[in-house]
């Protein structure tokens, strides 16, 4: 990976005007006609929504008709005094750090542990990377589906653990609604979690394990001081992209709890911009949720980065 | 970002597997008397297949529960039971929501994006893998950047510029711009782009063959399996992408299966005679493309041989 990222040598320029235009413009200038729709559709896409996203928080922003002239005034951090004052977005993101919390260490201890035991050469090795990668690459409304029907009151789930069966069942009950929403999900990224760990795993030396072997060390003693240390950088990949992708939560409370239910208990704040800004047109309201979501996402991201460099 | 990384890798992986078995097998006999040695392999073993069962049970379920003409959430539902099989949730699902129109629709919309991931986006990974111009390095950071900002964030502003004020609702053009060209598919590109020997180009450019000449005819044959993979990461976003086209589309027939299908278990199920039924048949028909794909071509996610067709 490093060797890629170095700038590879420049063949030398001939003639004089030649290699003036090659200092200003680059030896192959055509290079940047090459990427300009790339760059040109990243601006538009993200760039210029980001800007907007922050401008529209600090105003009084509504829907107008398309090309009516109307006066949305500054109205500094009005915004965010009404989302901070909203006892709703507080739950919500109150639900997304019960969802981070369960989320992702299971994702961690989880993917890691099967990307493990998957490494060793074993049978049927195709097999299980394939069942374990399903999940991801099938859409989660499909899903879905499927976990609504085991897990409804008179569900699979329920139906096996009989007098065990949580009452009120699992995706209605306040307590439980979220929790099962971060299974769900753990369930349904830890592949590629997996094959994230299983390239890390490449990178482990394999003199490592021969001298834990040699001070006697068991599989389980070499697994925590050789492997866990060893794969510490996709770690910290995987707990930022775990957490991203967690606090980005949509479409499973959204169809799993019927829109956040019960009773808001499994709100996520997006779902919440989502109600806010379009169902209920405030986007103003929505981008301001959404920037102290960002900033929210930041903050756990550089204290996770603390954590888990500290040792 | 980080998938591109890992493709090439795991790659690696998967050939050096049978190489990396032998010194592990050479110390056997040291720890031979150790019979935790032993049964640790069978454990390991028993432990993926108990993972392989939780990944896989809920797709069994789910074509059980589609094919099912009276719910059965017993545990004796999880078996097919011939007196209970029928294909009629299909007919209640396509009556519903209109199958074809809804696959058509997504079908245009991951077509368009893939189409846009191609085109630009091979073109923009050869610039930065190959060609030297002003910007490339700041050309890269961004497109690394841009990684980073999580799209749920940009659906509101998206939609106000989109929606309102291009007048794009209900359409495919809307439809298909924010996801127009995927930033992980132009790093795959990049990536692959990146392992060619400068020394081809040079040669060729030396034969006099233009740079668009160069891409179309040297490049980009030597970097097919990438094609592949970065398609097939492509399909996945946009065919099981939920929030976005639900924003964008209220008129049913432009929506795409994962919006429709959504829209029919929230509102509509609830007052059909077999929802389960309908809701998993329609489940079947939106998971079952990408996951043919992805077994079809499954191989493509670990082994692409770029090393040998590169120095044969």
Same mark, same amino acid.
């Given at each position: 990976?490093?060797?890629?990222?170095?700038?590879?040598?420049?063949?030398?320029?001939?003639? %004089?005007?030649?290699?003036?235009?090659?200092?200003?413009?680059?030896?192959?200038?055509?290079?940047?006609?090459?990427?300009?729709?790339?760059?040109?559709?990243?601006?538009?896409?993200?760039?210029?929504?980001?800007?907007?996203?922050?401008?529209?928080?600090?105003?009084? /922003?509504?829907?107008?008709?398309?090309?009516?002239?109307?006066?949305?005034?500054?109205? @500094?951090?009005?915004?965010?005094?009404?989302?901070?004052?909203?006892?709703?977005?507080?739950?919500?993101?109150?639900?997304?750090?019960?969802?981070?919390?369960?989320?992702?260490?299971?994702?961690?201890? !989880?993917?890691?542990?099967?990307?493990?035991?998957?490494?060793?050469?074993?049978?049927?090795?195709?097999?299980?990377?394939?069942?374990?990668?399903?999940? /991801?690459?099938?859409?989660?409304?499909?899903?879905?589906?499927?976990?609504?029907?085991?897990?409804?009151?008179?569900?699979?789930?329920?139906?096996?653990?009989?007098?065990?069966?949580?009452?009120?069942?699992?995706?209605?009950?306040?307590?439980?609604?979220?929790?099962?929403?971060?299974?769900?999900?753990?369930?349904?990224?830890?592949?590629?979690?997996?094959?994230?760990? !299983?390239?890390?795993?490449?990178?482990?030396?394999?003199? %490592? /394990?021969?001298?834990?072997?040699?001070?006697?060390? @068991?599989?389980?003693?070499?697994?925590?001081?050789?492997?866990?240390?060893?794969?510490?950088?996709?770690?910290?990949?995987?707990?930022?992209?775990?957490?991203?992708?967690?606090?980005?939560?949509?479409?499973?409370?959204?169809?799993?709890?019927?829109?956040?239910?019960?009773?808001?208990?499994?709100?996520?704040?997006?779902?919440?911009? /989502?109600?806010?800004?379009?169902?209920?047109?405030?986007?103003?309201?929505?981008?301001?949720?959404?920037?102290? %979501?960002?900033?929210?996402?930041?903050?756990?991201?550089?204290?996770?980065?603390?954590?888990?460099?500290?040792? | 970002?980080?998938?591109?990384?890992?493709?090439?890798?795991?790659?690696?992986?998967?050939?050096?597997?049978?190489?990396?078995?032998?010194?592990?097998?050479?110390? &056997?006999?040291?720890?031979?008397?150790?019979?935790?040695?032993?049964?640790?392999?069978?454990?390991?073993?028993?432990?993926?297949? *108990?993972?392989?069962?939780?990944?896989?049970?809920?797709?069994?379920?789910?074509?059980?529960?589609?094919? &099912?003409?009276?719910?059965?959430?017993?545990?004796?539902?999880?078996?097919?039971?011939?007196?209970?099989?029928?294909?009629? +949730?299909?007919?209640?699902?396509?009556?519903?929501?209109?199958?074809?129109?809804?696959?058509?629709?997504?079908?245009?919309?991951?077509?368009?994006?893939?189409?846009?991931?191609?085109?630009?986006?091979?073109?923009?990974?050869?610039?930065?893998?190959?060609?030297?111009?002003?910007?490339?390095?700041?050309?890269?950071?961004?497109?690394?950047?841009?990684?980073?900002?999580?799209?749920?964030?940009?659906?509101?502003?998206?939609?106000?510029?989109?929606?309102?004020?291009?007048?794009?609702?209900?359409?495919?053009?809307?439809?298909?711009?924010?996801?127009?060209? +995927?930033?992980?598919?132009?790093?795959?590109?990049?990536?692959?782009?990146?392992?060619?020997?400068?020394?081809?180009?040079?040669?060729?450019?030396?034969?006099?063959?233009?740079?668009?000449?160069?891409?179309?005819?040297?490049?980009?044959?030597?970097?097919?399996?990438?094609?592949?993979?970065?398609?097939?990461?492509?399909?996945?976003?946009?065919?099981?992408?939920? #929030?976005?086209?639900?924003?964008?589309?209220?008129?049913?027939?432009? &929506?795409?299966?994962?919006?429709?299908?959504?829209?029919?278990?929230? +509102?509509?199920?609830?007052?059909?005679?077999?929802?389960?039924?309908?809701?998993?048949?329609?489940?079947?028909?939106? *998971?079952?493309?990408?996951?043919?794909?992805?077994? #079809?071509?499954?191989?493509?996610?670990?082994?692409?041989?770029?090393?040998?067709?590169?120095?044969?």
């Amino acid at each position: 990976m490093t060797a890629t990222f170095q700038q590879p040598a420049r063949p030398p320029a001939g003639r %004089l005007a030649g290699r003036v235009a090659s200092k200003v413009f680059g030896s192959q200038p055509l290079g940047a006609f090459f990427v300009a729709p790339y760059l040109l559709f990243l601006a538009a896409v993200f760039a210029y929504p980001l800007g907007f996203a922050v401008y529209m928080s600090f105003h009084d /922003y509504f829907f107008a008709a398309p090309g009516a002239i109307v006066d949305r005034p500054f109205v @500094g951090f009005a915004n965010y005094a009404a989302v901070l004052g909203d006892p709703t977005v507080w739950q919500a993101f109150r639900n997304i750090l019960v969802f981070l919390v369960i989320n992702v260490p299971l994702t961690v201890v !989880l993917s890691l542990l099967l990307a493990t035991a998957l490494n060793a050469a074993i049978r049927l090795r195709t097999f299980f990377r394939v069942s374990y990668y399903v999940p /991801y690459i099938t859409a989660s409304v499909a899903v879905v589906g499927v976990w609504l029907f085991l897990f409804n009151s008179n569900g699979l789930v329920n139906s096996l653990l009989g007098p065990l069966a949580p009452s009120p069942s699992w995706l209605v009950n306040e307590h439980l609604a979220m929790p099962t929403v971060a299974v769900y999900v753990t369930w349904k990224q830890l592949g590629f979690f997996i094959l994230l760990y !299983l390239a890390a795993l490449q990178n482990v030396p394999k003199e %490592l /394990y021969e001298s834990a072997a040699v001070d006697g060390a @068991g599989r389980w003693q070499s697994f925590l001081s050789v492997t866990v240390p060893g794969v510490r950088p996709a770690t910290t990949l995987v707990v930022l992209l775990a957490t991203v992708t967690g606090a980005n939560l949509f479409t499973e409370p959204y169809l799993l709890t019927g829109g956040g239910g019960p009773d808001g208990a499994s709100t996520s704040p997006v779902l919440l911009m /989502y109600q806010r800004g379009i169902e209920q047109g405030n986007p103003d309201i929505a981008s301001a949720i959404g920037v102290i %979501l960002v900033i929210g996402v930041l903050l756990v991201a550089l204290l996770q980065r603390r954590l888990l460099e500290r040792e | 970002m980080i998938l591109v990384a890992l493709t090439p890798d795991t790659d690696i992986a998967t050939a050096r597997a049978p190489g990396r078995a032998a010194p592990r097998r050479a110390e &056997q006999p040291r720890h031979a008397g150790q019979p935790r040695r032993r049964h640790a392999p069978v454990f390991r073993f028993l432990t993926l297949l *108990a993972g392989a069962f939780v990944f896989l049970f809920p797709f069994y379920y789910m074509l059980i529960g589609s094919l &099912q003409a009276e719910p059965d959430s017993s545990p004796g539902g999880a078996f097919p039971n011939p007196g209970n099989l029928t294909l009629h +949730n299909y007919r209640e699902i396509n009556g519903a929501i209109d199958l074809l129109q809804s696959l058509i629709n997504s079908g245009i919309f991951t077509g368009g994006v893939i189409l846009g991931t191609v085109v630009f986006g091979v073109l923009a990974g050869y610039a930065l893998a190959q060609l030297e111009f002003r910007g490339r390095g700041v050309a890269f950071n961004v497109m690394v950047l841009v990684q980073v900002v999580p799209f749920q964030l940009l659906t509101v502003p998206l939609y106000v510029l989109i929606v309102r004020n291009y007048g794009l609702a209900d359409s495919y053009l809307g439809m298909i711009l924010p996801f127009a060209i +995927n930033s992980t598919a132009v790093f795959v590109f990049r990536q692959y782009f990146l392992q060619l020997p400068r020394e081809l180009f040079d040669a060729a450019r030396i034969d006099g063959a233009s740079e668009l000449t160069i891409l179309l005819r040297v490049a980009v044959p030597l970097v097919k399996p990438a094609l592949l993979t970065a398609v097939l990461l492509t399909f996945i976003g946009p065919w099981n992408e939920f #929030l976005w086209p639900f924003l964008i589309t209220k008129e049913a027939g432009m &929506q795409p299966l994962a919006v429709s299908l959504a829209n029919y278990m929230n +509102n509509v199920a609830a007052r059909a005679a077999n929802p389960f039924g309908a809701i998993l048949a329609g489940a079947c028909v939106l *998971a079952a493309p990408a996951v043919a794909l992805f077994l #079809l071509f499954q191989r493509h996610f670990v082994s692409t041989n770029l090393g040998s067709s590169v120095k044969g």
